[in-house]
């Protein structure tokens, strides 16, 4: 999926979805078709189709994560996960949907376990970064772009995880090398907002370009986790 407005190396977990004919409220009236709602429904109808279905579930996942429906996501990979489906998009996708759900602790040390060391590291890294993870993302993506220099969007997650960990100066100078100094602002500003947002389902949505279903309670709030940093 190419994420919209700033170009992030797109998630792998994230593949654009079909625009479906379907349509979950009544044409004519002003209203318009939700093609994400319809991805949904369309997965639903497949997983009671085939309950035990590993890749079923895991394509709702899929669609719950694209609709903002982090703690629905969440529990449609854990299942799909639990009935075999090892695949790196589905554990990319699990971990985001935790991190959009609160649940940060728990997609920080699922990115951090050894079965997600096969994924690419500039969705690991991104992923970090938005789990509330900056630091360790920022020594995951230095070596990958030193590992592979001419990658503008591997520097552009990089950037990115900087400026999520409030180290703006470096984030600024490294943006600059791939983005046009009159589009450089809009970036910064973009990327600010979300900083501003913290770990939070809002700061998730506005990366994946949706929005959460629910707004979390004001009395839930995100502590890092003191042994995330540590083991890497």
């Known amino acids: 999926m190419q994420l919209p ?7 792998a977990a994230l593949p654009a979805l079909m625009l479906l004919g379907a349509c979950t409220v009544p044409l004519g009236h002003g209203a318009r078709p939700d ?23 895991a394509t709702l996942g899929q669609a719950q994560l694209a609709a903002g429906r982090f703690a629905a996501a969440a529990e449609s990979f854990a299942d799909a996960r639990a009935k075999g489906e090892g695949g790196g998009r589905t554990l990319l996708g699990h971990a985001l949907a935790l991190a959009g759900s609160w649940r ?51 520097r552009q997650n990089l950037a990115f995880a900087l400026a999520m960990a409030g180290r703006w100066a470096e984030a600024r100078q490294l943006a600059a090398l791939d983005v046009a100094p009159d589009a450089l602002p809009a970036r910064l500003a973009h990327w600010a907002r979300m900083a501003g947002a913290g770990p939070t389902p809002q700061r998730m949505a506005a990366m994946l370009g949706t929005a959460p279903a629910t707004k979390a309670a004001p009395a839930m709030a995100w502590h890092r986790p003191r042994w995330a940093g540590a083991r890497w």
Do not use: K, N, Y
């Not at 407005?5 to 998630?11: A, E, I, Q, S």
């Open 35 to 57: 093609p994400a709602a319809a991805a949904v429904a369309m997965a639903q109808r497949a997983v009671a189709a085939a309950p035990g279905d590993a890749q079923a579930l």
């Open 5 to 11: 407005r700033f170009p992030f190396r797109p998630l």
């Open 104 to 154: 940060h602790e728990e997609a920080a040390e699922l990115l951090l376990s050894p079965a997600a060391q096969a994924l690419p590291a500039g969705d690991r890294g991104l992923a970090l970064a938005l789990a509330g993870e900056p630091e360790v993302a920022v020594r995951m993506l230095v070596l990958a772009v030193e590992q592979t220099p001419d990658s503008a969007a591997l």
